[in-house]
């Protein structure tokens, strides 16, 4: 289910959210007590690289409620094709600014991803700095699919919480897929994909610097501290996108925003 009135702009066949960081806070705001709205999800180039493999991916990136432009190329694009109101929406800070400004209208909260205890860590760390703000549960999905069973208790987990907001930090293309599959089963609000947030904002993995987010150059800064996990990731996936991209604006190559 799309987020009606969003314009959206096509990314190699994605459609990317025409909009800003405090125009997406205010949109998960009024999610308060309404239920299954759809998923964000948080949309860059290694999950519009994914897309070009995997129809599912696609599909699920162009289903959602929004599709945010989580890294500065997607933001470059959306205002070359005229949408000067288009602002980084960065996972973490989105997660942020809606926690912060959640409270005033009593958002509630559930947060589902990470390794075993990450979730407990950022709920205590959001807590402290965010005083007042309510965290309904905590889920820690298997990397795999979840079976029957684990999916009976998350269904039965949320129910019972309620939450207006679920926070999942799976990662690419992991969590688009798992939003997709499991929003309409799920009482809560909205579902949003903000990946590695979990980690950055537990304190775990250390975020880049905020001159370097704004340059462009953040998938560099990764690189040089997880290289082993991310380096195939990006010198696979940036190349290409280049020149995916560069064809898409030349008029070279058609991508349709229908799954295909």
Same mark, same amino acid.
């Given at each position: 289910?799309?987020?009606?009135?969003?314009?959206?702009?096509?990314?190699?066949?994605?459609?990317?959210?025409?909009?800003?960081?405090?125009?997406?806070?205010?949109?998960?705001?009024?999610?308060?007590?309404?239920?299954?709205?759809?998923?964000?999800?948080?949309?860059?180039?290694?999950?519009?690289?994914?897309?070009?493999?995997?129809?599912?991916?696609?599909?699920?990136?162009?289903?959602?409620?929004?599709?945010?432009?989580?890294?500065?190329?997607?933001?470059?694009?959306?205002?070359?094709?005229?949408?000067?109101?288009?602002?980084?929406?960065?996972?973490?800070?989105?997660?942020?600014?809606?926690?912060?400004?959640?409270?005033?209208?009593?958002? !509630?909260?559930? =947060?589902?991803?990470?390794? +075993?205890?990450?979730?407990?860590? #950022? @709920? *205590?760390?959001?807590? &402290?700095?965010? /005083?007042?703000?309510?965290?309904?549960?905590?889920? !820690?999905?298997? =990397?795999?699919?979840?079976? +029957?069973?684990?999916?009976?208790? #998350? @269904? *039965?987990?949320?129910? &019972?919480?309620? /939450?207006?907001?679920?926070?999942?930090?799976?990662? !690419?293309?992991?969590?688009?897929?798992?939003?997709?599959?499991?929003?309409?089963? #799920?009482? *809560?609000?909205?579902?949003?994909?903000?990946?590695?947030?979990?980690?950055?904002?537990?304190?775990?993995?250390?975020?880049?610097?905020?001159?370097?987010?704004?340059?462009?150059?953040?998938?560099?800064?990764?690189?040089?501290?997880?290289?082993?996990?991310?380096?195939?990731?990006?010198?696979?996936?940036?190349?290409?996108?280049?020149?995916?991209?560069?064809?898409?604006?030349?008029?070279?190559?058609?991508?349709?925003?229908?799954?295909?």
């Amino acid at each position: 289910m799309t987020q009606p009135g969003i314009p959206r702009y096509n990314v190699l066949g994605v459609g990317v959210s025409a909009l800003s960081l405090d125009a997406a806070r205010d949109l998960v705001l009024g999610v308060r007590g309404r239920r299954q709205q759809g998923y964000v999800c948080a949309c860059g180039v290694h999950g519009v690289s994914e897309a070009q493999r995997d129809a599912d991916i696609r599909t699920a990136f162009n289903g959602a409620w929004l599709n945010v432009p989580d890294g500065m190329p997607l933001v470059w694009l959306g205002r070359y094709r005229g949408h000067r109101q288009v602002t980084r929406v960065y996972g973490p800070d989105l997660m942020l600014a809606v926690c912060g400004a959640g409270r005033a209208v009593g958002l !509630t909260h559930y =947060f589902c991803g990470g390794v +075993p205890g990450v979730a407990e860590e #950022l @709920r *205590a760390r959001l807590g &402290a700095r965010f /005083p007042g703000l309510q965290v309904a549960g905590t889920f !820690t999905p298997p =990397f795999r699919p979840l079976h +029957p069973e684990e999916s009976a208790a #998350l @269904r *039965a987990d949320v129910a &019972a919480k309620s /939450p207006d907001v679920i926070w999942v930090g799976i990662s !690419t293309p992991k969590q688009e897929l798992f939003m997709a599959r499991h929003w309409q089963q #799920l009482d *809560a609000g909205v579902l949003i994909g903000v990946g590695a947030a979990f980690d950055f904002l537990s304190g775990r993995v250390r975020q880049a610097p905020r001159w370097i987010q704004r340059s462009g150059f953040e998938w560099l800064f990764r690189v040089c501290i997880e290289p082993r996990r991310l380096a195939p990731r990006y010198f696979r996936a940036g190349p290409l996108f280049v020149l995916r991209t560069a064809a898409q604006l030349a008029g070279l190559k058609r991508y349709d925003l229908e799954a295909r």
